[in-house]
Every structure is written in C-alpha cells, then in structure tokens.
C-alpha cells in the first residue's frame, strides 16, 4: 500500500484572509467557518503569513513589561525585547497583517503523513499550509485531517 502524503489528506479548498482585513472581520470568519485559524495573503493572492484565535485574544491579555534592572546608569533587561515588541504591535494591532506570524511552516504535497505529524507535534501548530513549487498555497492540512486519515487506514 501506497505511503499517504499530503495531497491525499489536505484540504484543497483554503479559507484565507487579505492581509488588509480588520481583526473584527477575521473573527466572523473564524467563528462562521467554525476554524481557528487562516492563512494570510496578500493583495496578489500569495501566502505571507497564518493568524490564529491565539493571535486575536493577545489584545485581551495583560502586556507585559520586560524584567530588568539598573546598573549604574543603563538598564539591563532579563528578558527579551523583541518579544515585548511582538506582543505590543499585536495589543495595538487593527489589522490582520499586524497579528499574523511571518514564519511559517509550510509543505508540499509529497511530504508522508508521519512527517506531517511530528511537524506539528515538534512546532505544537494546528495546521500546516501546503505549497506548491513556486510557494503558491494549494491546501492545508490540520490536525483533524490527519486523525481522519488515521482511522480511515484501519
């Protein structure tokens, strides 16, 4: 029997979000759609990023300040400060663009189910974009695919 990859499970049929749009706009389409997540793309239709329930309840959460210290006249801080800016943009954010993730992990249709798993087993995401070549979103595969696939082989 045939190894299954991801062209056999994915989803061909990609919800996505303009990079553009409003966060009130991305949750109606997360709660109509009954999903937690999309990917982002741009006004020319290409994948930039992936924005999920986690990224919108950042706003309702506390913002908080790096830890540091004073030594003589500079401060020193124990914690990242990228991440405080991260976090910041995404308390002050209006748009979906300032949300999303940039880095994201993408497959093609040939990669095997079991590496599909321990991708989102080893990164702890709920989805995995599925490229093609030229990096153009062709589906998506998520964690209840790839259970469905599973049962499916028994």
Do not use: C, W
Request: charged share 30%; net charge neutral; aromatic share 4%.
């Amino acid at each position: 029997m045939a190894e299954t990859r991801a062209k056999d499970i994915m989803n061909k049929e990609v919800i996505t979000i303009q990079k553009h749009a409003s966060i009130e706009k991305l949750s109606s389409l997360l709660l109509k759609h009954e999903i937690s997540g999309v990917p982002v793309v741009d006004d020319q239709g290409n994948m930039i990023g992936v924005v999920t329930e986690g990224d919108i309840i950042v706003k309702d959460s506390d913002l908080q300040f790096p830890t540091y210290f004073k030594l003589l006249d500079s401060i020193i801080y124990l914690e990242s400060l990228s991440k405080f800016k991260r976090n910041l943009k995404k308390h002050m954010g209006t748009k979906v663009e300032d949300i999303m993730s940039k880095n994201v992990v993408t497959i093609d249709q040939e990669t095997p189910v079991n590496k599909i798993a321990n991708i989102m087993t080893s990164k702890n995401i709920n989805r995995v974009p599925v490229v093609d070549q030229d990096k153009n979103l062709v589906g998506i595969v998520t964690r209840a695919d790839l259970i469905k696939s599973m049962t499916e082989q028994e």
